[in-house]
């Protein structure tokens, strides 16, 4: 019987880097897959001094492979103290802005995503407005303007870790504003769960779903949104410290990485199919230790679920570096990415 390869979905890959080698070497590797770079390299300080620089390297391959640079600009550490004092000082604010429209000009950059971090819910209504101030001076010049945003579903949850991560993390997001003045929103449905919490999954594909519909019903258009998708795996185990003492923690970790570990502990994965993910548990020295894996298989179950919603704008994979080299035959055989004429 013949059989029919399924038509490609057309879709903006956006890849996250940072200034490190092995990001580079990846990024050389997959241009033809890669609608638009997104390095992490800029900081901005409480005064509105941005300092930071894209690699030459990554600047000269986009240019040449009609890839689009659009670096991120973030709060240092994501301190949330630093954020708060530039979003209350408007000559801040407008010096961050003006460099930032004389960086994309020198540059040629596509534009500027704002992943700024641990915001407080009372600052919500101030970071829109210079999302807004942002979004006017750069529009007026030609660049575009997105921003990654930590997913949220509207409840703040009876625990106090729930209601943290809202006051300081997930609800400093106004996102149909956002969504209406901006290009379009990475969501960043990754790190469901992390060293803060038990184990579990990066990105579980019930979670992520409910990020996303929860952005859709709060009215951001489908074509503004991004779908967010982890390149890393993570391991938890015991460890200590002079501040927290002994305690139980996670760290993020690249392909080849989480791989040793399976292998050195003859760790028996198992793959959640509700979840889309591998996870493993063993034991060292009498602990339990963790590692939910993220590769192929949960690359592809991923796109599943990119594939059950019309009209979003892409993907948006951190990072760069830490994947398993299978997922790109998984991304070429199903995205065609989207390629956009140059500056």
């Given at each position: 019987?013949?059989?029919?390869?399924?038509?490609k979905?057309?879709?903006?890959?956006?890849?996250?880097m940072?200034?490190?080698?092995?990001?580079?070497?990846?990024?050389?590797?997959?241009?033809?897959?890669?609608?638009?770079?997104?390095p992490?390299?800029?900081?901005?300080?409480?005064?509105?001094?941005?300092?930071?620089?894209?690699?030459?390297r990554?600047?000269?391959?986009?240019?040449?492979?009609?890839?689009q640079?659009?670096p991120?600009?973030r709060?240092?550490?994501?301190?949330?103290?630093v954020?708060?004092q530039?979003?209350?000082?408007?000559?801040?604010?407008?010096?961050?802005?003006?460099?930032?429209?004389?960086l994309?000009?020198?540059?040629?950059?596509?534009?500027?995503?704002?992943?700024?971090?641990?915001?407080?819910?009372s600052d919500?209504?101030?970071l829109?407005?210079?999302?807004?101030?942002?979004?006017e001076?750069?529009?007026?010049?030609?660049?575009?303007?997105?921003?990654?945003?930590?997913p949220?579903?509207?409840?703040?949850?009876?625990?106090?870790?729930?209601?943290f991560?809202?006051?300081?993390?997930?609800?400093?997001?106004?996102?149909?504003?956002?969504?209406?003045?901006?290009?379009?929103?990475?969501?960043?449905t990754?790190?469901?769960?992390?060293?803060?919490?038990?184990?579990?999954?990066?990105?579980?594909l019930?979670?992520?779903?409910?990020m996303?519909?929860?952005?859709?019903?709060?009215?951001?258009?489908?074509?503004?949104l991004?779908?967010?998708?982890?390149?890393?795996?993570?391991?938890?185990?015991?460890?200590?410290?002079?501040?927290?003492?002994?305690?139980?923690?996670?760290?993020?970790?690249?392909h080849?990485?989480?791989?040793s570990?399976?292998?050195?502990y003859?760790?028996?994965?198992?793959?959640?199919d509700?979840?889309?993910a591998?996870?493993?548990?063993?034991t060292?020295?009498?602990?339990?230790e963790?590692?939910?894996?993220?590769?192929?298989r949960?690359f592809?179950?991923?796109?599943?679920?990119?594939?059950t919603?019309?009209?979003?704008?892409?993907?948006?994979?951190?990072?760069?570096?830490?994947?398993?080299?299978?997922?790109?035959?998984?991304?070429?055989?199903?995205?065609?990415?989207?390629?956009?004429?140059?500056?």
């Open positions: 019987m013949e059989t029919f390869a399924q038509p979905r057309t879709a903006t890959t956006l890849f996250y940072t200034d490190r080698e092995v990001d580079f070497q990846s990024f050389k590797a997959h241009l033809d897959q890669i609608s638009i770079v997104g992490q390299v800029f900081s901005v300080a409480d005064d509105g001094v941005v300092w930071g620089q894209v690699d030459p990554v600047l000269t391959l986009a240019r040449a492979h009609n890839v640079v659009m991120l600009i709060n240092p550490g994501f301190d949330q103290e954020f708060h530039l979003l209350h000082h408007p000559a801040a604010r407008a010096r961050t802005i003006a460099t930032m429209v004389d994309a000009r020198e540059h040629h950059f596509y534009g500027w995503q704002f992943d700024f971090e641990n915001i407080h819910l919500r209504d101030a829109t407005l210079f999302y807004r101030e942002t979004a001076a750069l529009h007026s010049e030609g660049f575009k303007l997105s921003i990654a945003v930590v949220a579903h509207g409840q703040a949850g009876a625990t106090p870790y729930h209601q991560m809202q006051a300081n993390w997930r609800g400093g997001f106004d996102i149909k504003a956002l969504a209406e003045i901006g290009d379009f929103i990475s969501l960043m990754y790190d469901q769960h992390t060293g803060n919490t038990p184990p579990g999954p990066v990105s579980g019930p979670w992520m779903k409910t996303l519909d929860y952005a859709l019903a709060q009215g951001v258009a489908p074509e503004k991004s779908m967010g998708i982890p390149s890393y795996s993570r391991h938890w185990y015991a460890t200590h410290n002079e501040t927290k003492s002994l305690h139980a923690t996670a760290r993020g970790l690249d080849a990485t989480a791989l570990l399976v292998e050195r003859e760790v028996d994965l198992v793959w959640l509700k979840q889309g591998s996870y493993g548990v063993w060292n020295r009498g602990t339990f963790y590692l939910f894996l993220e590769d192929r949960a592809d179950a991923k796109l599943d679920l990119f594939e919603y019309q009209g979003l704008h892409g993907i948006s994979v951190w990072v760069l570096g830490l994947e398993d080299p299978g997922i790109w035959d998984v991304l070429r055989d199903r995205v065609e990415p989207i390629r956009f004429g140059r500056r």
